[in-house]
């Protein structure tokens, strides 16, 4: 895949492209300390890493091993969702994603999340999908929650933010559960 469906860009998920950086990289010193509270990049994230991370997922595209796109619904870029990897073996993978604060509470989450799961159900025909976020950080929990995956079970000190260990609870929704 090098393109993504028209259905996807329909609602403002597009790749990245290395001209890029520079609006992602403000997105995140806008939200540095937000987002700090919760990824463990955030807190150092600089347009050198921005470029990387681009780079990054053009090879993951190439690899056929997921993508991630930015969230720019109404044209900026205001967050990142994406597939970490894929296990087309056990046809599994998880979604990892971010928002700009001042975009929370808008369902541009739960709609962007919704067409990642459709797409991995539907077009690849994976499995099994997993969201991990840390019990104290409610909005990223609700996403999950609010499209029909079950809580698993909770992962303690899975990552390290900020010098202190977080949780991870485990979000897992597979495909005969999906009513999308």
């Known amino acids: ?68 796109v930015c969230i720019a619904p109404d044209g900026p870029i205001v967050g990142m969702v994406g597939f970490h990897s894929i296990s087309w073996g056990n046809r599994s993978t998880s979604i990892g994603y971010w928002l700009a604060e001042d975009h929370q509470g808008r369902g541009i989450m739960a709609t962007a999340v919704r067409a990642l799961v459709d797409h991995a159900f539907g077009e690849w025909k994976l499995h099994r999908i997993e969201i991990h976020c840390a019990p104290a950080n409610r909005r990223s929990r609700a996403i999950p929650e609010r499209l029909g995956f079950r809580e698993e079970g909770i992962l303690r000190e899975t990552e390290c933010i900020g010098g202190r260990y977080l949780d991870g609870v485990v979000y897992g929704l597979l495909e005969g559960e999906w009513n999308g």
């Not at 681009?54 to 991630?68: K, S």
């Open 1 to 68: 895949m090098t393109e993504l469906s028209p259905r996807l860009e329909a609602l403002g998920l597009r790749l990245l492209a290395a001209a890029d950086a520079p609006e992602l990289q403000a997105v995140v010193e806008a939200n540095r300390d937000y987002l700090a509270r919760w990824v463990p990049w955030a807190a150092t994230q600089q347009l050198a890493d921005s470029e990387k991370f681009i780079a990054e997922t053009q090879d993951q595209l190439a690899r056929n091993d997921g993508f991630q």
